[in-house]
């Protein structure tokens, strides 16, 4: 995306938003189902991605294409930017337009991002409705094609050629969060911490992909943040990636044989058939509702802790 389409989008912004917003302090990119997340900001002023020029159009159920600026905490408040809907590269949008609102976020001077997604958990010990803090990530499209949105000339002077990732999620951010859950009081287990995998969607996992991105060490698996996360780092931001599991994907006592049950049919045996284990987007988005009031106090919380 070119620089006269981010002056464009700048400029638009300026002639739609009050002076004390158009300096957000920290940005949040809800996840599916996760747009309340921007439910408690006041002074609220929504923008419609159609309003502005470089924005594509969210196309998933449970994504607005809305971008809300706001204030959030007491007093003054902070001035806080909420992405309403994202951009995921399985929707057809390039990858430019997967990053261009963190573009437009870093040109508007916004130090912190708090990044969120709906997950479905590889690691056993992640039930359905955990927040999982980041702490990693394996980016499989990057590391098997030519799907990173860093690609293309180097951006400007300042940009890093060569990115460093080994401290890709603000340890400062991440303290704040687990401080915020305690004074949330959050049960312990309601916060873990792990490693997200990014797959480019929109099929889900078979079972020999999650066990495969299992072994490789992934605690959780979506199709969205990776992007954002290397774009915003790239910008300088420091980045909090909070995922909510929605689903599980490694499920043992779902894999079934054919081959066990026609030879206990042929032998007279009772043929036990596993419960099956589909995922749906449905249900995605009903646990982004039953989780999206504690995710919001958490987000909250953080925000109000940044100095
Ligand atoms: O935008 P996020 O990552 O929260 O959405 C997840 C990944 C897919 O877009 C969708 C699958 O249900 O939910
Ligand atoms: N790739 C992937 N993304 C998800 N988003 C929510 N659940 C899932 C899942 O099981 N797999």
Not at 109 to 133: E, H, K, M
Not at 137 to 142: E, G, M, V
Not at 199 to 213: D, H, I, K, N, Q
Not at 255 to 271: D, F, M, N, Q
Request: charged share 15%.
């Amino acid at each position: 995306m070119s620089e006269d389409t981010i002056a464009g989008t700048l400029d638009a912004l300026a002639g739609l938003l009050p002076e004390h917003l158009l300096n957000p302090k920290a940005a949040i990119v809800c996840g599916s189902g996760l747009s309340t997340l921007a439910s408690s900001l006041r002074d609220v002023v929504e923008v419609p991605y159609s309003a502005l020029q470089g924005f594509g159009k969210s196309t998933v159920p449970g994504h607005k294409s809305v971008l809300a600026f706001g204030l959030l905490g007491p007093g003054a408040g902070v001035p806080v930017v909420a992405m309403l809907g994202r951009f995921h590269a399985y929707e057809g949008h390039p990858l430019s337009t997967v990053v261009y609102p963190i573009r437009v976020f870093a040109k508007l001077g916004v130090q912190n991002i708090i990044i969120t997604n709906a997950a479905g958990a590889l690691n056993p010990n992640l039930p359905v409705g955990t927040i999982v803090a980041i702490h990693d990530h394996l980016a499989i499209p990057n590391m098997a094609g030519a799907l990173n949105p860093l690609f293309g000339p180097l951006r400007s002077p300042d940009h890093v050629r060569f990115l460093p990732l080994s401290d890709a999620y603000s340890p400062r951010l991440r303290r704040l969060l687990f401080r915020a859950a305690h004074a949330e009081q959050l049960p312990e287990a309601a916060l873990a911490e792990g490693t997200y995998a990014w797959v480019s969607g929109p099929t889900y996992e078979t079972p020999a992909e999650g066990r495969f991105l299992r072994a490789a060490g992934a605690d959780v698996v979506g199709m969205s943040t990776v992007p954002e996360v290397l774009a915003a780092r790239e910008e300088g931001m420091d980045v909090l990636v909070l995922s909510l599991v929605t689903n599980a994907v490694v499920i043992p006592e779902t894999y079934r044989s054919i081959k066990a049950e026609v030879e206990a049919e042929l032998a007279g045996r009772p043929v036990v058939q596993p419960p099956p284990a589909v995922v749906s987007h449905e249900e995605v988005l009903a646990v982004g509702k039953q989780k999206a009031e504690v995710m919001k106090s958490l987000v909250a919380r953080v925000l109000s802790m940044l100095d």
